[in-house]
């Protein structure tokens, strides 16, 4: 489950908000989030499709107005509007779908710390996210419990000392950006206070949904860490990223930031050669390299997002074919007994 958000009011340590066409601050995007999902049919247009929709009771609507911005006016199968609508067919129990697809549950020696990779430990510093994505894998992870407080941070310290081959760090979540500069600074400080750390990740949508939040405060901490940062984020369509959007990245391109890119492969999302050529070359001309695609989790309520492995190789090999090789992501899967992103096999089912 991830939690609803609530108003963000710690202010403290954010100057002045940056302020964006819309004059919100980042915060304030954040509470005024669309969750009614009369309200978003309203604006798009498409009131005809509230019959083949439903109200979650979790993990509910959500979605931040610069990116409704960014969907098309009467188009039902807009790419971006196709990623947040909870559609009835969630409810569907298809057999091999299930709640913790990748036994993350089990991989947890510490609340809010995954070891599942030998030098990388990801944290999760908070449930939340801006948006909920509708294939999300980890939309049934028990979140309440896997936030760490102030002792299992100081667990988590001691953790990563007494594992010496540890030396990156990922921040995730939920949505690590979506917690205030002065909660992220304090944990980004315990982390680069441990010598054998030399890369911070931060694995975020936020970026993307709401660009004002990679605000000066942000930035500034980051260009000036002792750590590599690395920013992983997380975007599935070119539409995604508008000028607006392009003009907050290059900043954290000038302040220092490595930007990659992971997506996931989604049915009637992206799952064409024409999508998947656009994201790239997208992503590029805005300083961003692909990193992963993945192959869906399969996780419950997401079945109708899933293309055959076939179908994915196939669109792969395209992929191979026309991009240059630093826009062709690492197609991956993950699977649970594995020490890595499993490359999926091209020969296999060709
Ligand atoms: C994805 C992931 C990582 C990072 O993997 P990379 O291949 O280094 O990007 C680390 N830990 C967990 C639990 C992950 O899911
Ligand atoms: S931003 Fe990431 S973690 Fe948050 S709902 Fe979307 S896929 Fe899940």
Redesign the pocket.
Known sequence: M?NHLPAQKNLSNTRLPVINQTGQSWQRQLADSIDDIDELLDILQLSALKASLYLPKQ?GLRVPRGFVNKMRIGDAHDPLLQQVLPRMQEQVTVTGYVTDPLAENSANPIQGLLHKYRSRILVTVTGA?????R?????HFDYQSNIPSKQQMAEIHDYILAHPEVNEIIL????PLSVSNRRLIEQLKVFESLPQITTIRL????PI?IPERLDEVLLAYLSHSRCKIVMVL?TNHANEVDTHTANYLSEAKQAGIILLNQA?LLKGINDTLQAQTELSHKLFSVGILPYYLHILDKVSGAAHFDIPKYQAVKLYWQMLEELPGYLVPKLVQELPDQPFKTPVDLYQSR
Request: proline share 0%; glycine share 8%; hydrophobic share 35%.
């Open positions: 991830i993990f996210c801006a948006i909920h994505c294939y999300c894998f980890r939309q995730s979540g939920g949505d694995h975020t949508r936020l949904v997380h996931v």
